[in-house]
T-cell receptor, first 114, second 113 residues
Framework: SQELEQSPQSLIVQEGKNLTINCTSS?????LYWYKQKYGEGLIFLMM?????EEKSHEKITAKLDEKKQQSSLHITASQPSHAGIYLC??????????????FGTGTLLAVQP | GAGVSQSPSNKVTEKGKDVELRCDPI?????LYWYRQSLGQGLEFLIY????????KSGLPSDRFSAERTGGSVSTLTIQRTQQEDSAVYLC???????????FGQGTRLTVV
C-alpha cells in the first residue's frame, strides 16, 4: 500500500532560521499536496505539485517535487512564530491512474522559538 | 459559504449511541472527502464522493460507518453503535473536482465515553 514518510517528526528552530521538511513515497505520486494544521483550525492548503521537478513558492515557503515524483521537500526561509504548526504532506497515489484517495503522512510538528 | 463547514464542532456521546456528522462543502465543489484523525496517528481516508456517488467505500472502518451525500452538496457521516475507538477528529474536505486542491473544514471532535 502507498505510504508517505515525513521527516523530521518534530522540529524546533529559532526565529529567523531556515528549515526543511521532507516527504518520501515508496511509489510514484500522481500529485503531492502540502498542508498546515494548527490546533482547532483544521487543515490549511499550502501548495500542490504534480510535475516532476516542479517547484512552487508562496511567501517564504518553497515546495519541490523531485523528477521521479517520489520525494518532496518543504523549505521555510527565515522562520517566524506564525510558521509554527503541523505540516502534512498528502498524496494522490498513482497506480496507472489517479485513485482520488488523498493519503497523508504522519506530519511534522514545527515550533519556532522567538 | 466561504469555506467548508462541519457540525457539530464537538460531540460527546455514550458508547452504543448513534451519531451523525454533517459537512457543508464549498459551493460548486463536486468532490467531497471524509477523513479521520486519531491521537498520535495521521489522517485516515474514509470515503470520497464525486457528486452524490461514492465509488470507493473501502476506507470505512466497519459496517457501523456509513455516509451519504444529497443534492451534490451536504454530506452526512453516520456512526452506529459508537465505540470508544471511534473517538477522533473527523475532517471533511471538498474540491472543485477530483485531483485539485482540497479545502478542509475545522473538523468534528467526537468523544465516545
Amino acid at each position: 500500500s502507498q505510504e508517505l514518510e515525513q521527516s523530521p517528526q518534530s522540529l524546533i528552530v529559532q526565529e529567523g532560521k531556515n528549515l526543511t521538511i521532507n516527504c518520501t513515497s515508496s511509489k510514484t505520486l500522481y500529485g503531492l499536496y502540502w498542508y498546515k494544521q494548527k490546533y482547532g483550525e483544521g487543515l490549511i492548503f499550502l501548495m500542490m505539485l504534480q510535475k516532476g521537478g516542479e517547484e512552487k513558492s508562496h511567501e517564504k515557503i518553497t515546495a519541490k517535487l523531485d523528477e521521479k515524483k517520489q520525494q518532496s521537500s518543504l523549505h521555510i526561509t527565515a522562520s517566524q512564530p506564525s510558521h509554527a504548526g503541523i505540516y502534512l504532506c498528502g498524496a494522490d497515489p498513482w497506480y496507472g491512474g489517479a485513485t482520488n484517495k488523498l493519503i497523508f503522512g504522519t506530519g511534522t510538528l514545527l515550533a519556532v522559538q522567538p | 459559504g466561504a469555506g467548508v463547514s462541519q457540525s457539530p464542532s464537538n460531540k460527546v456521546t455514550e458508547k452504543g449511541k448513534d451519531v451523525e456528522l454533517r459537512c457543508d462543502p464549498i459551493s460548486g465543489h463536486t468532490a467531497l472527502y471524509w477523513y479521520r484523525q486519531s491521537l498520535g496517528q495521521g489522517l485516515e481516508f474514509l470515503i470520497y464522493f464525486q457528486g452524490n456517488s461514492a465509488p470507493d467505500k473501502s476506507g470505512l472502518p466497519s459496517d457501523r460507518f456509513s455516509a451519504e451525500r444529497t443534492g451534490g452538496s451536504v454530506s452526512t457521516l453516520t456512526i452506529q453503535r459508537t465505540q470508544q475507538e471511534d473517538s477522533a477528529v473527523y475532517l471533511c474536505a471538498s474540491s472543485f473536482r477530483l485531483n485539485t486542491e482540497a479545502f478542509f473544514g475545522q473538523g468534528t471532535r467526537l468523544t465516545v465515553v
